[in-house]
C-alpha cells in the first residue's frame, strides 16, 4: 500500500554496505516475536519467539504466552541450554 502512494524516487536510498561473515554458530542470532496468534492453542500461549542462527541457517520457534522480559528470556535460555551450552 505503501509503495503505491509514495512519488518515485521521494524516499532516499540507503547506500549497502559490507556485511561481515559469521563462521562461529550462534555468534550472531536474528530474534523475532509474532502474533498475536488466534486462535490459540489449547495451552493459551498466543506468541510465537523465531530465533535464526545466521552462520548455520538453524532457526527454532518457540511458543510462548506473553510478550514480556521473563518469558522471552526463559524461551531464550531454552534454547541456549540445549544448543550452545552443550557444544562447548
Keep these: 500500500m505503501c509503495?503505491?502512494?509514495v512519488k518515485k524516487g521521494a524516499v532516499p536510498r540507503i547506500p549497502l554496505e559490507k556485511v561481515q561473515?559469521?563462521?562461529v554458530p550462534f555468534k550472531r542470532v536474528a530474534i523475532d516475536i509474532e502474533?498475536?496468534?488466534n486462535p490459540s492453542c489449547e495451552?493459551?500461549?498466543r506468541f510465537i519467539l523465531t530465533?535464526?542462527?545466521y552462520a548455520i541457517r538453524y532457526a527454532e520457534t518457540v511458543p510462548?504466552?506473553?510478550i514480556d522480559a521473563e518469558t522471552v528470556a526463559m524461551a531464550l535460555?531454552?534454547?541456549y541450554s540445549r544448543w550452545v551450552f552443550?557444544?562447548?
Design 21 to 23: 561473515l559469521v563462521d
Design 77 to 79: 535460555m531454552d534454547i
Design 35 to 37: 502474533g498475536p496468534v
Design 51 to 53: 530465533l535464526v542462527d
Design 43 to 45: 495451552a493459551g500461549r
Design 3 to 5: 509503495q503505491q502512494n
Design 86 to 88: 552443550q557444544r562447548r
Design 64 to 66: 510462548i504466552r506473553k
